[in-house]
């Protein structure tokens, strides 16, 4: 079953703009990951943060997580062609099974 | 972060047929998963890997379909068993860290004919 709900399903910006991406779940949580997806290849980490936290950065990647709304959105500044892939959260409720949101498909437009 | 393989990175098999896929990691670690992504959907846990511990099957899921072994630490493999063409998905396995962070082998492509 899916614990998380990313928004937008899709998303298709200008090089060089900003991408947001949304993630909301319906239980309490240790922990949510966010990980990347290029044409259904492997997934590569991003970040994880942990339900104290509030935000987190990497490099171009921002993350913000609101228990109280119980969402966690990721920000991908000055976006790259590189940056077209699929994005997926992933929630840790503490029973250290991860539960993938349905992705959000991101394309970089020239 | 721990190195994932897995064996092989594709096969295309028929119908009934059984395909036995393998994943290894680069250091030891208590748990490994399973997971299915289906075309165009996200990931579903298909069980979690335990050594010295038969796996646990989520909901939907069952062992004789799905047998898995994990005979050490560093190694698990995931058994598709008599195929059907709903069975073409990628499968991926995935250890978890001690900082609880997951990371993912590069995935086994089935497709089933």
């Known amino acids: 079953s899916q614990q998380g709900e990313e928004d937008p399903q899709a998303l298709s910006i200008q090089e060089g703009e900003n991408a947001t991406m949304n993630c909301s779940y319906k239980?309490?949580?240790?922990?949510l990951q966010w990980y990347r997806q290029n044409s259904g290849r492997g997934l590569v980490h991003l970040i994880l943060?942990?339900?104290?936290?509030r935000e987190k950065h990497s490099g171009r990647l921002r993350v913000t997580l609101d228990t109280s709304k119980k969402s966690s959105s990721l920000l991908i500044t000055a976006s790259r062609a590189a940056d077209t892939a699929s994005y997926f959260c992933?929630?840790?409720?503490?029973?250290?099974?991860?539960?993938f949101g349905k992705g959000t498909r991101l394309h970089i437009l020239p | 972060s721990a190195v994932i393989s897995q064996k092989p990175s594709r096969d295309i098999c028929q119908r009934g047929t059984s395909l036995t896929i393998q994943c290894q990691v680069d250091?030891?670690?208590?748990?490994m998963f399973w997971y299915r992504q289906q075309p165009g959907q996200s990931l579903t846990l298909i069980a979690t890997?335990?050594?010295?511990?038969?796996?646990?099957?989520e909901s939907g899921f069952v062992i004789d379909k799905f047998p898995i072994s994990r005979p050490n630490l560093t190694f698990s493999t995931l058994t598709v068993s008599n195929m059907s063409p709903e069975d073409s998905s990628i499968y991926l396995c995935?250890?978890?860290?001690?900082?609880?962070?997951?990371?993912f082998g590069p995935g086994t492509r089935l497709t089933v004919l």
């Open positions: 250091s030891q670690v208590t748990m």
């Open positions: 890997a335990n050594q010295g511990s038969e796996a646990t099957y």
């Open positions: 992933a929630t840790d409720a503490g029973d250290d099974k991860i539960i």
């Open positions: 239980t309490s949580i240790n922990n």
């Open positions: 995935s250890v978890e860290e001690p900082t609880d962070t997951q990371y």
């Open positions: 943060i942990r339900s104290n936290e």
